[in-house]
Nanobody
């Protein structure tokens, strides 16, 4: 399974972006349909941090404290795709964003993630 993230770019503070992560490869949709998916990010010089997670059926959304109320995660289970709608972006949201598929069905963690995408850069200017 390969994960392809897209939708990153450069925006001004207060703007919005929508990230997409699509699973590809043989039987990829089936392989990820019963697994939790989510997003992490890593700013330059900092450790990778949790952004958002969603369960296999689109429930149980969870968010990092710094993005609560501004970001929304969703997924298309059949297509094996996960989305991250980012509103009211701030300069501190600048980072490379990575999508991930977990070994479990309920939530994604860094230690239990099974597949990782290649990352997409988000840059927010003040």
């Amino acid at each position: 399974v390969q994960l392809q993230a897209s939708g990153g770019g450069a925006v001004q503070a207060g703007g919005s972006l929508r990230l997409t992560c699509a699973a590809s490869g043989r039987a990829s949709g089936r392989l990820v349909s019963n697994n939790a998916m989510g997003w992490f990010r890593q700013a330059y010089g900092k450790e990778r941090e949790f952004v958002a997670s969603i369960s296999w059926n689109g429930g149980n959304p969870s968010y990092g404290d710094s993005v609560k109320g501004r970001f929304t995660i969703s997924r298309d289970r059949v297509q094996g795709t996960v989305y991250l709608q980012m509103n009211n972006l701030k300069p501190e949201d600048t980072a490379v964003y990575y999508c991930a598929v977990d070994r479990s069905s309920m939530a994604v963690t860094q230690t239990s993630a099974r597949y990782w995408g290649q990352g997409t850069q988000v840059t927010v200017s003040s």
